[in-house]
Each structure stands twice: as C-alpha cells, then as structure tokens.
C-alpha cells in the first residue's frame, strides 16, 4: 500500500530516470567526439569569484600563458574569475583554449577567450568532470572553493586507486594551500588513512616558471595520451 506521505511511486522514478539517460549519453557523446580531435592539454581550475584585479587572476594569465607557450592547450571550466583568466592567457599565447561550462543558476556564463569551436556546454558535473580528467596532461590547481577542492581531491582519488595514469597536480599559491597539505600530511597520512606516495604528484608553487618545469619534468619520462 502507497504511503499518503510519499504519494509518487517508484515507477514514475524510474521512467523519468531512464528517459534522462539518453540526455547522459548524448552529452558524453558530444564531449568525447569533440575533446578526442584536442591535443595535449593542461587543465587551471580555481574560483568562478576571483575578479580580474586579483594577484591571482593576473597569475593565472601568466600560467596559462607560458603553459601555451611551451606547447601545451587549456582546459577550464569555461566560466568567469580563474576560468577566465586562464583561457585568456592561452588566448593571448595563441595557444588552444577550451572551456567545459557548466549550467548553473548563478555565477557560470561562458568566458570570451574560448575558441569559437571549443566551448562545450554540459547540464550534469559528472560528464564534466570525466571530460577533465581524460584529456588532461596536469592539474594546475589555483585557490577556490568546494569546486575546486571537488576536482582536486577526483583527481587524487582516481591516481590512488589505479583508475587512471599518474599526471602532475601543482597547487599555485603556497599561502593558500599549505594549510590544506600540513593536515593532510598530520592527519590523515598520520592516521594512516592515505599512503605516503599519494602524495608524490602534488607540488605546491607560487610561480609560472615553476609549473612549466614540473609538467615538462614529467612528460620527459611519460609519454602524452587520453587517461583511460
């Protein structure tokens, strides 16, 4: 017997359910046939709320700069604040600039340093997200917020359990992020809750100069493709 307190059944679940997987795969589909045709790319993620007078969003231009100029394409979210400024550094490069933009009620809205052919639009994060991690050669990691932590923490999570290759995750911003790392390193590895090589791959810089050289350290000794 239906419960008067839950009035809509299971079925009617289940039917909208199955009607949106069609909408999921459409969107993986897209994401897969477009980013596939993209060479290798480095993806900035940091905060949609930092604004363009900001240390870091000017830092962020520099980065992706130099990151365009050493042969590399971006990838952001495609919004405002550190999104921005990370296309408009790949931009100014001549370099390939991608933006994955998410649909949401406030704070999103496609950045003007995307290349025409290369704005993606998606309404669920997780196809998003999968987008970011296959066709990513490095995170580069500026201050944020739950997002940015969501990618960042993904991404380690995948590299620690196998499910993808290991590629460089650089934290920019010493100030910003050294609190984070000390209780990761105090806490949870003390607790031995994570191992100690989880943590080989995370650098934390403050310069352009300094992710540059790590992500082309790396890819001496690996060689570039999609991670899975």
Same mark, same amino acid.
């Given at each position: 017997?239906?419960?008067? *307190?839950?009035? *809509?059944?299971?079925?009617?679940?289940?039917?909208?359910?199955?009607?949106?997987? @069609?909408?999921?795969?459409?969107?993986?589909?897209?994401? @897969?046939?477009?980013?596939?045709?993209?060479?290798?790319?480095?993806? #900035?993620?940091? =905060?949609?709320?930092?604004?363009?007078?900001?240390?870091?969003?000017?830092?962020?231009?520099?980065?992706?700069?130099?990151?365009?100029?050493? %042969?590399?394409?971006? #990838?952001?979210?495609?919004?405002?604040?550190?999104?921005?400024? %990370?296309?408009?550094?790949?931009?100014?490069?001549? %370099?390939?600039?991608?933006?994955?933009? #998410?649909? +949401?009620?406030?704070?999103?809205?496609?950045?003007?340093?995307?290349?025409?052919? *290369?704005?993606?639009? $998606?309404?669920? @994060?997780?196809?998003?997200?999968?987008?970011?991690?296959?066709? =990513?050669?490095? $995170?580069?990691?500026?201050?944020?917020? @739950?997002?940015?932590?969501?990618?960042?923490?993904?991404?380690?999570? +995948? /590299?620690? &359990?196998? *499910?993808?290759?290991?590629?460089?995750? #650089? +934290?920019?911003?010493?100030?910003?992020? &050294?609190?984070?790392?000390?209780?990761?390193?105090?806490?949870?590895?003390?607790?031995?809750?994570? =191992?100690?090589?989880? +943590?080989?791959?995370?650098? /934390?810089?403050?310069?352009?100069?300094?992710?540059?050289?790590?992500?082309?350290?790396?890819?001496?000794?690996? &060689?570039?493709?999609?991670?899975?």
């Amino acid at each position: 017997m239906r419960s008067e *307190k839950h009035p *809509k059944g299971w079925n009617e679940i289940k039917t909208n359910d199955s009607w949106a997987i @069609f909408k999921i795969m459409g969107e993986f589909v897209n994401g @897969f046939e477009r980013m596939s045709k993209i060479g290798p790319c480095v993806s #900035i993620f940091g =905060s949609a709320r930092t604004k363009e007078e900001d240390p870091y969003y000017k830092l962020s231009v520099s980065i992706a700069k130099s990151i365009a100029e050493a %042969g590399y394409g971006i #990838i952001t979210g495609g919004g405002p604040g550190i999104m921005e400024a %990370g296309n408009r550094g790949a931009s100014l490069a001549g %370099g390939t600039s991608v933006g994955l933009n #998410i649909d +949401l009620p406030f704070e999103q809205h496609d950045n003007p340093y995307i290349d025409n052919d *290369k704005s993606l639009d $998606f309404d669920y @994060f997780f196809v998003r997200k999968v987008m970011f991690v296959k066709y =990513s050669q490095g $995170f580069v990691v500026m201050p944020g917020g @739950f997002g940015t932590l969501d990618e960042l923490f993904e991404a380690i999570t +995948l /590299i620690q &359990t196998h *499910k993808i290759g290991k590629f460089p995750i #650089i +934290l920019v911003g010493s100030e910003f992020w &050294t609190g984070l790392m000390d209780w990761v390193k105090g806490t949870m590895l003390k607790m031995g809750n994570i =191992s100690p090589e989880d +943590l080989n791959l995370i650098k /934390i810089v403050d310069t352009e100069v300094e992710v540059v050289e790590i992500i082309d350290s790396f890819y001496k000794g690996h &060689t570039m493709s999609p991670n899975f």
